[in-house]
């Protein structure tokens, strides 16, 4: 393809961003969303901070149901999601399409709809969601209707970034193309999300590809898109040039990140194959990785020490770095040898958390630098604290889910203790500083995101984009004509990208027909029919959140010895939702029934006051429920043996 070295060269003047008084469309439209946005990041990583807390101070705000962690921790990231990483993104992309293409927001109207659609979803849902109308459905816990309303704002958002786009259908660019596709590719697959899960394992592989195409194909993508957003605002490039190692990493980025679905679902009742293609893609996610950066890094050759706005270098470069850190994070959770340690552990947190605090908002950060003008030094105390925030998240979620795994694996091992019961506070114990690392990180993150509020959103001057006049000189050599980005080849690969991975990691694993056979235990204890007072007790359990701390599923793996049998997918096809779990804060409770001791007497007095028989114990006292919930909630537990 290349007969030379790539040809690069770089006669670039002192690169010193002009800037002109922001009273643009698109400059008042961004503002308005990422103004929005912050105020729902603050309260979201109060939430979040606050379960985080519960988790070594379990008597924190207990007594209430409001304020038990498995609810605040679903509606603490229903903020973060929907209300700071989505909102922020679609009003980041409506002000780089513009700037980028130089066209005026088309259908504004729509995108003003669009955000006021997006916080009234958003608030309901975390309302609904404190206040118990929990779906129990991983990654889409608020109510449907509050969903809805959402995913109608999304809808509208695209709308509003397609129509810009169009107008300039011939400059669209790298920015363009991860700024447009990712926003159709948002609303395409949360409308996947409102489509009833099917019964059994199948509904939890339906409902993981939207979770998973949602944060890959719209995020990720997305922030990818603001980040080469960045590089041609401080660089002076054309942001309509093309790109082929642009084209390439985009297109890999998408066919990779758009199905990785997989990941959250290895070791699990779903079917063997589609463990083994998530264990594929997550090592292919290099291949985009190497090229984003090695496009980018072209962009800026020669010119970095030029650069004088420092502020948007700076965290533009951190949330390419996150992009790294969750590549690798990626990988290990669907390697054998080490998923078999770190899944359903604080580690596969660290993913998420790597995902909305360091790549989605860093390119938010970024971006709004630029929406104010840029400056050299930017707010240096936002930047260190959010960095340090970042970090130190990341280290006690993944730091914490190495030793929670290892000490999970020691008892099968020394055959002293299983996994459950009173030999759980080994992990307990064992946790306990990392868990504080991971909320004293959260809140400083907050704290960092109220000083900046309070002094800098929404002031300043927008940046003007280069044109291309005096921007490096950049010439691949590839063979042949270079082929500019059009309209119809980004609409038809788009559509074809989410098709694919929709009907890979989606439809084909989901209707499996070993997901429909049902086992013994499927087709005698985990039935509910309608009215009995076992299904009252797991909406209970669902209402309060159970499923945060505890999973339902016993691995092929000899960390899991001691649990029961093995989860198959016949052990769940009368079951909708699922109840899988995501984490094991406590222990498995997939056959707790049968374990040793288990009697309905001790489990009432155990969850009216954890910690009179196990003083260790960080699980949160539920004596607020009513006497008939109470025991509609241990008859449902009876049923898990």
């Known amino acids: 393809m290349q007969e030379e070295a790539p040809s690069v060269t770089a006669e670039t003047p002192t690169i010193d961003t002009p800037t002109g008084e922001s009273t643009t469309t698109d400059s008042v439209t961004a503002k308005r969303f990422l103004m929005v946005a912050a105020a729902f990041l603050i309260l979201g990583l109060i939430l979040a901070g606050i379960a985080a807390l519960q988790g070594v101070l379990p008597d924190l705000f207990s007594g209430s149901a409001a304020t038990s962690p498995g609810r605040l921790a679903p509606a603490g990231r229903t903020l973060l999601m929907n209300g700071w990483i989505i909102a922020g993104l679609l009003g980041a992309s409506l002000f780089a399409i513009s700037r980028s293409t130089q066209t005026d927001i088309k259908r504004s109207a729509l995108s003003t709809a669009s955000l006021l659609l997006i916080v009234v979803g958003t608030l309901g849902g975390a309302i ?117 190692l642009g084209a390439i990493g985009f297109w890999s980025l998408a066919l990779v990140w758009g199905s990785m679905s997989a990941t959250g679902l290895m070791f699990s009742a779903a079917p063997d194959w589609y463990e083994t293609l ?125 030793v929670a ?52 959103l929404g002031k300043g001057n927008a940046t003007s984009v280069g044109t291309g006049d005096g921007a490096i000189d950049y010439d691949l050599e590839f063979e042949g004509d270079v082929i500019a980005p059009s309209w119809k080849r980004l609409a038809w690969g788009a559509a074809s990208v989410w098709i694919a991975a929709a009907l890979l990691t989606g439809a084909f694993p989901a209707i499996d027909p070993a997901n429909t056979e049902p086992t013994i235990l499927g087709d005698e204890a985990r039935i509910y029919p309608a009215g009995s007072t076992e299904l009252a007790g797991r909406n209970i359990y669902i209402s309060e959140g159970c499923g945060e701390c505890h999973t339902q599923s016993v691995r092929p793996v000899g960390t899991d010895v001691g649990l029961g049998p093995v989860s198959i997918a016949g052990d769940y096809v009368h079951e909708n939702p699922a109840l899988l779990g995501h984490l094991r804060v406590g222990p498995d409770v997939m056959h707790v029934a049968s374990s040793e001791g288990f009697n309905s007497g001790w489990l009432k007095a155990h969850l009216n006051d954890p910690r009179i028989s196990r003083d260790w114990s960080t699980m949160p006292s539920y004596s607020y429920l009513s006497d008939a919930d109470m025991d509609a909630l241990v008859s449902y537990i009876e049923t898990l043996r």
């Open 128 to 244: 609904g969601i404190i206040v118990g109308l929990q779906s129990g459905i991983a990654g889409f816990e608020a109510p449907l209707w509050a969903r809805a309303i959402t995913v109608v704002g999304f809808i509208l958002a695209a709308i509003s970034i397609a129509s810009t786009a169009m107008a300039a259908r011939n400059r669209l660019g790298a920015t363009g193309w991860y700024l447009t596709a990712g926003a159709w590719w948002l609303a395409l697959s949360s409308a996947v999300s409102l489509v009833p899960p099917m019964d059994g394992i199948g509904g939890s592989v339906q409902t993981a590809f939207a979770s998973a195409s949602i944060t890959g194909l719209f995020v990720i993508v997305t922030s990818v898109g603001l980040i080469y957003f960045a590089a041609t605002s401080l660089t002076g490039t054309d942001p309509s040039a093309p790109r082929p």
């Open 278 to 402: 998530g264990a594929g893609l997550a090592i292919t996610a290099f291949v985009p990785l190497l090229a984003i950066a090695t496009d980018l890094g072209l962009m800026l050759n020669g010119s970095v020490t030029r650069i004088a706005d420092r502020a948007t270098l700076r965290y533009a470069t951190v949330a390419f770095v996150a992009l790294g850190a969750v590549t690798m994070v990626n990988v290990l959770l669907t390697f054998r040898s080490t998923s078999a340690i770190v899944q359903s552990t604080s580690f596969s947190q660290a993913k998420d958390l790597l995902v909305v605090l360091g790549i989605g908002s860093f390119a938010l950060f970024a971006t709004h630098s630029i929406i104010r003008g840029g400056s050299r030094s930017g707010s240096p105390l936002h930047f260190s604290w959010s960095v340090a925030g970042l970090t130190g998240v990341a280290f006690g979620t993944i730091a914490g889910g190495v």
């Open 405 to 456: 795994g290892f000490s999970w694996a020691s008892g099968p091992a020394s055959g002293s203790f299983a996994n459950n019961g009173s030999a759980w506070e080994i992990t307990t114990v064992s946790m306990e500083p990392f868990l504080w690392i991971t909320a004293v990180s959260l809140l400083l993150f907050a704290a960092a995101q109220i000083v900046f509020a309070f002094s800098r």
